[in-house]
């Protein structure tokens, strides 16, 4: 099961990502992956479509979805596996975490008007997939339409993160909420790319064991957001706090994404794969029992 090719994180349309659910599924079978899980922001009306074209792709596939969460004063992501998509709650829940995205997508371009880009918050409209769903991600690329900067990582740095102009802070959803609406839908709650969060060692051991008091039993250990020390680093933590480890790409875009779908490295042997844990939340490609 460890050599299992397992993509659980991507991102569509439904999201800040730049292909449709049917257009990911495909390059996820096309590069080799066995398990997949399509894991939009804060949304899961692309679950049905992912479903289905996995199904005809002959790969297996569970519910997925990444909750956007304020915690200690950064903005951790909490994904969800083997979620029932049409549970009442976590829509309800996802909706509510949607909510204040437009207001922060003003701000956000009223931020960047004061130091002379114009008519951003049009321009991030124009490449939203689902209104519902402005994302820092959107302004990235119609800087980068506007050759303000040339890549989406630069814009990042330069105006969407803490201090830049393009910044708005926004409160989301809370650690516990987060893994209610997944637990209550049946998913297993992961810790997405812990290697980005720019926590203390306090904060870190915090969001851990607040974490797995309230449920959560994951952690992304191989993903396309991590270096290799920090893929070390993770394993251990995944030991020490006996979680299960998950892998995935985080693929957003053919041209902005460092890592293709299924082409991360394996899960470190001493490790417990989180679809071990997926079980019959799995369907498709004979739920893999072979
Ligand atoms: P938001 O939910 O609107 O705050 O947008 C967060 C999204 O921005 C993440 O899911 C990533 O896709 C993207 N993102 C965050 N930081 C960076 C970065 N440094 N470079 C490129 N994309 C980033
Ligand atoms: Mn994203
Ligand atoms: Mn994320
Ligand atoms: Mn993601």
């Given at each position: 099961?460890?050599?299992?090719?397992?993509?659980?994180?991507?991102?569509?349309?439904?999201?800040d990502g730049t292909l449709t659910p049917e257009a990911v599924a495909e390059r996820?079978?096309?590069?080799?992956?066995?398990?997949?899980?399509?894991?939009?922001?804060d949304e899961v009306s692309g679950q049905q479509r992912a479903r289905?074209?996995?199904?005809?792709?002959?790969?297996?596939?569970?519910?997925?979805v990444e909750v956007s969460v304020s915690f200690a004063g950064e903005t951790v992501h909490i994904v969800g596996l083997g979620i029932d998509p049409n549970h009442e709650p976590l829509r309800a829940g996802l909706a509510a975490t949607r909510a204040g995205r437009r207001e922060?997508?003003?701000?956000?371009?009223?931020?960047?008007?004061?130091?002379?880009?114009?008519?951003?918050?049009e321009g991030a409209l124009r490449h939203v997939g689902n209104p519902d769903l402005v994302s820092r991600t959107h302004f990235a690329r119609y800087l980068v339409e506007r050759g303000v900067c040339a890549h989406t990582h630069e814009v990042f740095r330069h105006y969407l993160t803490?201090?830049?102009?393009?910044?708005?802070?926004?409160?989301?959803?809370?650690?516990?909420?987060?893994?209610?609406?997944?637990?209550?839908?049946?998913?297993?709650?992961?810790?997405?790319?812990?290697?980005?969060?720019?926590?203390?060692?306090?904060?870190?051991?915090?969001?851990f064991t607040e974490f797995i008091a309230h449920g959560g039993r994951a952690v992304e250990?191989?993903?396309?957001?991590h270096s290799t020390a920090e893929q070390v680093r993770f394993a251990d933590t995944a030991v020490e706090f006996d979680l299960?480890?998950?892998?995935?790409?985080?693929?957003?875009?053919?041209?902005?994404?460092?890592?293709?779908?299924?082409a991360l490295p394996g899960l470190p042997g001493q490790l417990t794969p989180v679809w071990e844990a997926l079980g019959e939340r799995i369907v498709g490609a004979g739920a893999l029992t072979a």
């Open positions: 099961m460890h050599l299992l090719n397992a993509d659980l994180h991507s991102h569509s349309t439904v999201s996820a079978a096309a590069g080799g992956v066995q398990l997949w899980a399509l894991t939009d922001h289905e074209a996995a199904l005809d792709l002959g790969l297996a596939w569970v519910g997925g922060r997508a003003r701000q956000m371009a009223a931020g960047l008007a004061q130091v002379g880009i114009d008519g951003a918050f803490e201090g830049k102009p393009g910044y708005v802070p926004h409160r989301w959803a809370s650690l516990a909420e987060a893994v209610a609406w997944i637990r209550g839908a049946g998913g297993i709650a992961v810790i997405a790319h812990p290697g980005r969060y720019k926590f203390t060692a306090n904060e870190e051991y915090a969001l250990v191989v993903t396309g957001s299960f480890a998950s892998r995935g790409s985080d693929f957003h875009s053919p041209e902005e994404s460092r890592t293709g779908l299924g």
